[in-house]
Nanobody
């Protein structure tokens, strides 16, 4: 199975920045859609950003212009650069890898992001 390990979460003030990292155990970018999800307090998990096997990114409206998803094939790492953070961004952020053929769906353990004064 593919293993995913997230890191980079922490406490940041509103308007600040964080960069989350997701390291995959093998080279999967060409065959998987890589995604960042988050689960805020008292809310269900929501999709935040995706990057396809071709490298095409997309985002939910609430983070467009503030978040950037990217990947580095040399290190099997997916990043989520988060700028202009808001308290509403507070959540546990999860990395997900979903095989394009539908034969695999993998999750990391999550990393906490807290945006507070």
């Amino acid at each position: 199975q593919v293993q995913l390990v997230e890191s980079g979460g922490g406490l940041v003030q509103p308007g600040g920045s964080l960069r989350l990292s997701c390291v995959a155990s093998e080279n999967i970018f060409n065959s998987h859609v890589m995604s960042w999800y988050r689960r805020a307090p008292a809310k269900r998990r929501e999709l935040v950003a995706i990057i396809t096997g071709r490298g095409t990114p997309n985002y939910i409206d609430s983070v467009k212009g503030r978040f950037t998803i990217s990947r580095d094939s040399a290190t099997n790492t997916v990043y989520l650069q988060m700028n202009s953070l808001k308290p509403e961004d507070t959540a546990v952020y999860f990395c997900n890898a979903r095989e394009s053929r539908g034969t695999g769906d993998y999750w990391g353990q999550g990393t906490q992001v807290t945006v507070s004064s």
